[in-house]
């Protein structure tokens, strides 16, 4: 230990007398040829925010590098981690080379591919900045203690948002409809996967306080046909008034609402809820008109929706960033971007995370650089605010971004979703309210968790049988009564008006005369 420590010494004072500052050596790591990850998508994302910082910074990161380690052939998630060993030993052979430098990757795989990288990074000692993976496991800093995600979608805080407003309202009894997807389409469909296993894990192992139903759409549902999902939306019914969806497009969960409004499940005795994975321009937004239905029923409908969502990129702010990405592509990369593959939040991240990276360096002096490695420098970023250009980033003491949570509300003066509340999750969990935070479509305010009479009016079913059997009887009480005061009156009035009985009470009957009356069938003779 001493030897080390006086190594280190001659080290840092070879540093300071020489001027020789170590390099910092990035390497973005690219497996796999998804849409949306692949090389040619997110390479001008790292060029562009390199040089931009280069650029602006060019004494304090004059010593800063970096290559891109490529393999192509995978396609999902799964399939990238699963070659990733063999990324890993290309990995190694630059980290032998660069060996007196700081080496640094970044990781725009999914979390899968993330955890397997993490696991290298881990016995490399080298610090491991993930864009887009989200699994909480990477939090674990016993088993990652050099990894950092950056993960634009926080659905840790999101479930906990919409867990806030279950309880607020005590909504207790809860139906879960996921919408499965194939984990190899690049629409998105990867990340209402994990929220809905997270939904399931959070809510479901919780018993004793919440009755969770899961329901699973087929992802294959054509955009328009309605009729799908009449069936998913009738069982869900019968089981709770709340309904948390997670259905990828805004065209389908349009489609899912305006058949809800059709079975007159949005006149305020449910209440929708739905998560949705960070805006992009290129979908549509979900109050615009559409060809299914008529304006007039998707208003009705959206009154019984609540949208759930992270804060998404200043878009506006973005603009010439966006330009310069689409201009890297095309000179460097002989590629023209759609607007589908370049306006995303997975662009955004990969820009957002190069971008933060460097300025973490740039605050370093030579020799803090010197004494850094994977484990230290990923406490650089720890319980941090960062200020890109696109939006505010937090990093958590676990090492994973936190976001805040916008609720939003349809209203009916301006046909659009609006924001009714905001969960502060980076300022301690608090709650701001907006005004349409008090609106409802009920008159009654929120839904209850349970109606009186139940989900399917079950409760009340007993009461009836017993309110109709006592209505029965009651009736048939009144009936014999009125027969049988009118029998007496009848015998009131002919005995007194034949003058039999003169002197005795009107019920003191003769027996001469009663034999008479059960032998004779004609009054007259009386």
């Known amino acids: 230990m001493v030897r080390q420590i006086g190594l280190r010494a001659l080290l840092i004072l070879a540093v300071l007398r020489t001027g020789f500052s170590k390099a910092v050596h990035v390497i973005t790591v690219i497996v796999g040829d998804n849409p949306l990850l692949s090389y040619v998508t997110q390479s001008p994302s790292y060029d562009v925010a390199f040089s931009r910082a280069v650029g602006l910074f060019p004494s304090a990161l004059q010593n800063v590098t970096r290559q891109t380690v490529y393999r192509p052939g995978a396609f ?55 864009t887009i993976a989200i699994d909480q496991s990477l939090t674990n800093a016993q088993r990652y203690p050099t990894v950092v995600a950056f993960p634009s979608s926080d659905q840790v805080t999101m479930i906990q948002a919409i867990m806030s407003l279950l309880d607020r309202f ?32 959070v809510l479901g192992g919780q018993n004793d306080k919440y009755n969770l139903n899961v329901q699973h759409l087929d992802p ?5 046909d309605l009729d799908a999902y009449s069936g998913v939306l009738r069982n869900a019914a019968t089981q709770s008034r709340v309904i948390i969806l997670l259905i990828p497009t805004n065209s389908k969960l349009r ?18 809820i739905a998560p949705r994975s960070p805006m992009v321009p290129t979908e549509s937004t979900l109050d615009q008109q559409s060809r299914n239905g008529s ?27 966006l330009q310069s990405i689409r201009n890297t592509s095309e000179v460097r990369y002989n590629k023209t971007l759609t607007n589908f593959e370049m306006l995303n939040d997975l662009t955004i991240s990969a820009f957002e995370v190069m971008t933060i990276l460097l300025q973490v360096v740039r605050d370093l002096s030579p020799l803090e650089i010197e004494m850094q490695n994977g484990i230290t420098f990923r406490q650089l970023f720890l319980n941090r605010t960062f200020n890109p250009l696109s939006r505010p980033v937090y990093i958590g003491p676990k090492g994973m971004r936190i976001c805040d949570v916008h609720i939003s509300k349809f209203n009916v003066t301006s046909g659009l979703m609006e924001l009714s509340e905001e969960y502060l999750s980076v300022a301690g969990n608090s709650v701001r309210t907006h005004a349409l935070s008090t609106v ?9 968790n349970r109606p009186f009479c139940g989900y399917t009016g079950e409760l009340c079913l007993g009461g009836l049988a017993k309110t109709a059997v ?27 008006r ?17 034999f008479v009356i059960l032998k004779t069938t004609d009054w007259e003779s009386l």
Not at 170 to 184: P, V
Not at 257 to 267: K, S, V
Not at 440 to 448: Q, Y
Not at 479 to 485: E, G, N, S, V, Y
């Open 76 to 130: 999902s998630c799964l399939e990238a981690a699963e070659i990733m060993p063999f990324v890993a030993v290309q990995i190694s052979n630059i980290l032998d080379e660069h060996r007196f430098d700081f080496n640094v990757l970044i990781s725009s795989g999914c979390s899968f591919e993330v955890m397997t990288l993490g696991d290298y990074a881990r016995e490399w000692n080298v610090p491991l900045l993930a």
């Open 170 to 201: 005590s909504w207790t009894t809860i139906s879960l409809i996921c919408m499965d997807q194939n984990r190899k389409v690049s629409d998105g469909g990867l990340y209402y996967f994990t929220a809905c296993r997270g939904f399931l894990t």
């Open 220 to 224: 294959k549902v054509k955009e328009g």
């Open 255 to 272: 489609d899912f609402m305006i058949n809800a409004e059709r079975l007159g499940m949005t006149e305020g005795d449910f209440i929708f």
């Open 295 to 321: 304006s007039r029923a998707a208003d009705s409908a959206f009154q019984s929706l609540i949208l759930v969502n992270n804060p998404t990129p200043n878009w506006a702010a973005l603009s010439g960033v």
């Open 440 to 448: 409802w479509r009920g008159k009654n305010g929120p839904p209850v």
């Open 470 to 496: 006592i209505i029965l009887a009651v009736s048939i009480s009144t009936a014999l009564l009125a027969t049988l005061a009118i029998f007496i009156a009848m015998y009131h009035c002919i005995f007194k």
């Open 498 to 514: 034949s003058g039999h009985g003169a002197g005795r009470p009107w019920w003191d009957l003769r027996p001469d005369l009663l």
